[in-house]
């Protein structure tokens, strides 16, 4: 019987292999962090997952769920031309806008695997300052000259914007500000997304901070800010130490199954 106000969803772990589960499992805990960490908007952004071994499936929300309600189970499976081909035990459907951008980046950038959009507070502010992200910080140093920043067209819902959104964000970048509006995140992996839009987030926090205080900004040297990204990008020990947010995922899913366990339903 169901509880009230909770919804319950029919489990398809025994009609997914396991590396689609366990990509499942691990989309569901990034809308859960989304929501923990004040980053998220009601039922509202969206946050899409490539579907290992099937470079042209990916993983999306159900539009109509607050994101502490996000399960595993919950998730659409769909193509990149926008077919559902494994549909959750739901009524709800997916959000155009949301399948629009974001199967934009997938297709477009295949080194991508998780795609992130919200609209968090500080980020959306600094969306609508000329300057965008100032390298005022560590945090924002890290986002040196790779941040791309796309014009608001008003509500992304047509396929002309599509090759505009992907040429604005370019090959390298994994960041995009979408003025006026919020943001768009890439990550090689969905622990990647969430580490960058946690970090861009509080760089941008930090930032406002700056601007409220009315003093004076100090700046380091540019070289100083291009050595800090390099580091943070190839990893402060050599190559494979980058800082991809591989270390504190397990402790976040710790902190998830400790708290609310029903993510991985
Ligand atoms: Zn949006």
Same mark, same amino acid.
């Given at each position: 019987?169901?509880?009230?106000?909770?919804?319950?969803?029919?489990?398809?772990?025994?009609?997914?292999?396991?590396?689609?589960?366990?990509?499942?499992?691990?989309? !569901? &805990?990034?809308?859960?962090?989304?929501?923990?960490?004040?980053? *998220? =908007?009601?039922?509202? $952004?969206?946050?899409?997952? #490539?579907?290992?071994? +099937?470079?042209?499936?990916?993983?999306? $929300?159900?539009?109509?769920?607050?994101?502490?309600?996000?399960? !595993? +189970?919950?998730?659409?499976?769909?193509?990149?031309?926008?077919?559902?081909? %494994?549909?959750?035990? @739901?009524?709800?459907?997916?959000? $155009?806008?949301?399948?629009?951008?974001?199967?934009?980046?997938?297709?477009?950038?295949?080194?991508?695997?998780?795609?992130?959009? $919200?609209? &968090?507070?500080? *980020? @959306? &502010?600094?969306?609508?300052?000329? *300057?965008?992200?100032?390298?005022?910080?560590? @945090? !924002?140093?890290?986002?040196?000259?790779?941040? *791309?920043?796309? =014009?608001?067209?008003?509500? &992304?819902?047509? /396929?002309?914007?599509?090759?505009?959104? %992907?040429?604005?964000?370019?090959?390298?970048?994994?960041?995009?500000?979408?003025?006026?509006?919020?943001?768009?995140?890439?990550?090689?992996?969905?622990? =990647?997304?969430?580490?960058?839009?946690?970090?861009?987030?509080?760089?941008? #926090?930090?930032?406002?901070?700056?601007?409220?205080?009315?003093?004076?900004?100090?700046?380091?040297?540019?070289?100083?800010?291009?050595? @800090?990204?390099?580091?943070?990008?190839?990893?402060?020990?050599?190559?494979?130490?980058?800082? +991809?947010?591989?270390?504190?995922?397990?402790?976040?899913?710790?902190?998830?199954?400790?708290?609310?366990? +029903?993510?991985? /339903?």
């Amino acid at each position: 019987m169901n509880k009230p106000g909770i919804i319950q969803f029919k489990p398809v772990r025994d009609q997914v292999d396991e590396a689609e589960w366990k990509m499942r499992v691990d989309l !569901a &805990a990034c809308y859960r962090l989304m929501a923990r960490y004040g980053m *998220s =908007d009601m039922i509202y $952004n969206h946050i899409t997952a #490539r579907v290992p071994g +099937s470079p042209d499936h990916i993983l999306i $929300n159900a539009y109509g769920l607050m994101y502490p309600e996000i399960k !595993a +189970s919950s998730l659409y499976k769909i193509d990149l031309a926008g077919n559902v081909v %494994l549909r959750p035990d @739901t009524s709800y459907g997916i959000n $155009n806008a949301g399948y629009l951008i974001h199967s934009t980046v997938h297709q477009g950038r295949p080194d991508i695997h998780c795609v992130l959009h $919200n609209h &968090a507070r500080a *980020s @959306t &502010a600094v969306s609508a300052m000329k *300057s965008g992200l100032l390298p005022l910080t560590q @945090t !924002a140093m890290r986002f040196y000259d790779r941040v *791309s920043y796309h =014009d608001y067209q008003a509500v &992304a819902l047509f /396929d002309e914007e599509r090759p505009v959104l %992907l040429r604005d964000l370019g090959p390298i970048n994994k960041v995009m500000v979408l003025r006026n509006h919020g943001m768009l995140y890439c990550g090689t992996s969905i622990a =990647d997304a969430f580490n960058i839009a946690y970090f861009f987030e509080n760089a941008c #926090r930090i930032q406002i901070d700056v601007m409220q205080a009315g003093a004076e900004p100090y700046y380091p040297p540019r070289e100083v800010m291009l050595r @800090t990204r390099d580091i943070f990008e190839n990893g402060p020990n050599g190559p494979g130490t980058a800082m +991809s947010g591989e270390l504190e995922w397990p402790a976040l899913l710790r902190m998830l199954d400790r708290d609310e366990p +029903s993510y991985k /339903d």
